[in-house]
């Protein structure tokens, strides 16, 4: 933990990108619990629909998984995490405005795919990222994104208990919108990096 402390310190990418994955995975982290809850208190008879759509959402993930990853190939990493997001995002406007179970459905398995993109691409970019000497302790930051399991579920009940589900899947868009700034912000920050070059190298010699 002290070594991946260091390393988040040491480099901005890294850091950025930690702040991307905190934010996406308060969205998706725990989102079986903050979905359940917004059945319990607005959509009582959603609940039984609750078995189905996450089996639904296995489902996705099974099936989808390697269509996905052969399609992510031939991509970049940003372009993955902008699908991702946009598509968790769409997800959760969709649950947020559904009225039956097939609308329901159709928001889960939306949800799934964005969340299917974007996990291998967050460990596709950290790969980049990541010096060979130092590889645990960047991965080992990393995992500093579960804190958005407990967060997501926590924050997301307390919004809709004081306030109502509207304000609680706004919360959740809104999240999920900033998580692809810090990306952004940290492939541009990468990128940058990578372009420079320093000022005594052979081509700036005579």
């Known amino acids: 933990m002290k070594e991946s402390i260091k390393a988040l310190a040491k480099d901005k990418v890294l850091f950025l990108f930690l702040l991307g994955g905190i934010l996406a995975t308060t969205v998706h982290g725990q989102f079986s619990v903050t979905l359940s809850q917004y059945f319990y208190e607005d959509f009582k008879q959603g609940l039984k629909f609750l078995g189905i759509l996450w089996s639904s959402h296995s489902l996705v993930i099974i099936f989808l998984s ?3 990853s052969r399609y992510m190939e031939k991509k970049s990493p940003l372009h993955s995490i902008s699908i991702g997001t946009l598509m968790f995002a769409t997800g959760i406007v969709g ?8 609308t329901l459905l159709f928001s889960m398995i939306v949800f799934t795919i964005g969340e299917t993109f974007l996990i291998p691409a967050e460990y596709a970019i950290i790969d980049e990222i990541t010096p060979d000497n ?7 930051a ?3 994104t579960t804190l958005g399991s407990f ?8 919004l809709l ?3 109502n589900s509207h304000i609680m899947f ?3 868009l809104i999240v999920s919108l900033f998580s692809i700034l810090f990306y952004l912000w940290g492939i541009h920050l990468n990128l940058k990096k990578h372009q420079i070059q320093p000022r005594f190298s052979p081509e700036n010699t005579n």
């Open 134 to 140: 130092i590889r645990g302790s960047y991965y080992g």
């Open 66 to 68: 390697i269509p996905i």
């Open 151 to 158: 967060i997501g579920p926590g924050l997301s009940g307390l």
């Open 142 to 144: 990393v995992s500093f």
């Open 95 to 102: 649950f947020w405005l559904s009225f039956n179970f097939l």
């Open 170 to 172: 706004l919360f959740l």
């Open 161 to 163: 208990t004081v306030f």
